[in-house]
């Protein structure tokens, strides 16, 4: 039988039970919603993590002693790091972790600005001064910020960074680089860490072995790839965890399977019919799919198209806040987020969906015409 | 419809209608799903990754100040952090890479 007939004798029977077709098309894009709205958050949070990720430091070298991490003798460790051929703009970095209130934030110190102004028009603190991202507050009717490392230091807060680089910025307070040593106890000829770049990107791993040759106490080598790789693990068991989590989902999806079948078995008269007529069982089993595809399919894609809008155009990102805690600015998805997402829904949820519309149809083209007819085929 | 209805109208009754609101409906849906993922992907890290490379950032503040998915590299190694009861499940699966893969080997550490 020709595909057009098909698709008419199928739109004909969904016309004839609309209110059950409207159901199971409720169900299915209710489900297919609720699973792909995690698998999308999960790849948008990794989209642009990793996108971030780009800008960060090629290597990073931190002096390492039993306890972990100790202070870099920061001239000793910028001549070690330019004898390495292929490293180029060794730097080092100030910043550390200390605490405001009960609450711990990032400092960066700044002063010696290698690579120009802040972004957004911002200048660099001064000493006794603080820009602080947009998630640390201060007491109300206040500018001032007390912070606690190895020693308090109160400062007066010059602004505050933009919301829109919260991704990078949200907890992070910067300040004069001289405050920043006092808050972490280190000596002017100290810093914290070391960040160089390579000249081919690709040699960065090999450079990370000769890098750890080339200083005179131990350290701990960490390329941005090495970072790309965890964090990337991270995420993926995450989604995987997701997704386990929607198991339950699951029950919902054989429920609408038992539904159809309860559906297949009020159609078995007609089949019966339409085999005695002459209807092949080939014909049959294609209208029993098409019907399925037909209500399905569009099912399945509006449920796509909700999570994707539930994602990415939700107004004041309620679904990122009640799922992630997330109250930055929207998270990123391309087109080339929806691949693993769009895959994993289909082998969830509409795979199953079509087998099950096969296994019933199978089953019905199966059986005798008389016995269809008369209800007597299972 | 009436059971003397001819065989033309019965199609035009019953099977044009459904197909073309199901096909509209679908072509519509998949449409918009890849204009959107296409032409509506917005670039929203682009001022973070400005201040990320301006401060030398290792790692965007996806996580708070002070945890190990935060700054992995800060934690002291000497603590093993899989059985910490205050961390979310999962939170410590970046650091253990760390330790593992980009690590100090055995004769760096006392």
């Known amino acids: ?378 | 419809m009436t059971l003397n209805a001819s065989p033309h109208r019965q199609q035009i009754a019953f099977g044009l209608p459904s197909i073309l609101i199901y096909f509209t409906l679908g072509f519509m849906l998949i449409a918009g799903l890849f204009g959107a993922a296409l032409f509506g992907a917005q670039e929203t890290a682009g001022s973070a990754g400005q201040w990320m490379t301006a401060l030398d950032l290792s790692v965007p503040a996806f996580w708070p100040s002070g945890t190990p998915m935060r700054h992995p590299l800060y934690i002291a190694r000497a603590v093993d952090l899989r059985h910490s009861p205050l961390q979310p499940v999962g939170s410590t699966a970046a650091h253990h890479s760390f330790r593992s893969s980009a690590g100090c080997s055995a004769g760096d550490t006392p």
């Open chain 1, 1 to 378: 039988m020709r595909a057009g007939p098909l698709f008419q004798w199928s739109g004909r029977d969904l016309g004839r039970h609309r209110i059950k077709a409207a159901l199971v098309f409720l169900a299915l894009s209710t489900l297919t919603a609720m699973v792909a709205t995690v698998l999308l958050l999960n790849q948008a949070v990794a989209l642009t993590f990793g996108r971030l990720l780009d800008h960060s430091p090629a290597i990073i070298v931190r002096q390492v002693g039993g306890g972990g991490w100790l202070p870099l003798p920061a001239e000793d460790a910028l001549s070690a790091a330019r004898a390495v051929p292929g490293v180029v703009q060794p730097r080092i970095r100030i910043w550390g972790v200390v605490n405001h209130g009960d609450q711990a934030v990032t400092i960066v110190g700044l002063g010696q600005q290698p690579r120009g102004l802040l972004p957004d028009g911002f200048q660099s603190p001064g000493r006794g001064e603080a820009l602080i991202g947009p998630g640390v507050t201060t007491a109300t009717g206040e500018a001032r910020i007390l912070l606690t490392g190895q020693q308090a230091v109160d400062l007066f807060v010059r602004g505050q960074l933009p919301p829109s680089a919260g991704m990078a910025v949200h907890d992070l307070v910067l300040l004069h680089v001289d405050d920043a040593r006092t808050l972490l106890g280190l000596r002017p000829d100290q810093a914290s860490d070391l960040a160089v770049e390579v000249f081919h990107p690709e040699e960065a791993e090999s450079l990370a072995n000769v890098l750890k040759q080339a200083f005179p106490w131990p350290v701990q080598v960490t390329t941005r790839s090495a970072v790309r790789k965890a964090y990337a693990a991270h995420f993926s068991a995450r989604g995987g965890a997701g997704l386990l989590s929607f198991m339950p989902a699951l029950l919902a999806l054989v429920l609408l399977i038992v539904a159809l079948g309860a559906w297949g078995l009020q159609l078995e008269p007609d089949m019966g019919l339409m085999k005695a007529m002459g209807w092949t069982s080939g014909d049959l089993l294609r209208l029993h799919l098409t019907r399925a595809a037909l209500m399905g399919f569009p099912a399945f894609v509006a449920g796509l198209m909700g999570a994707w809008i539930l994602c990415v155009f939700a107004p004041g990102n309620w679904v990122t806040r009640f799922l992630f805690e997330w109250s930055g600015p929207p998270l990123e998805l391309s087109s080339q987020g929806l691949v693993v997402p769009l895959a994993l829904t289909t082998v969830v949820v509409f795979f199953p969906y079509l087998a099950a519309n096969f296994w019933s149809g199978w089953r019905t083209v199966q059986a005798d015409p008389m016995a269809l007819i008369q209800g007597r085929a299972r």
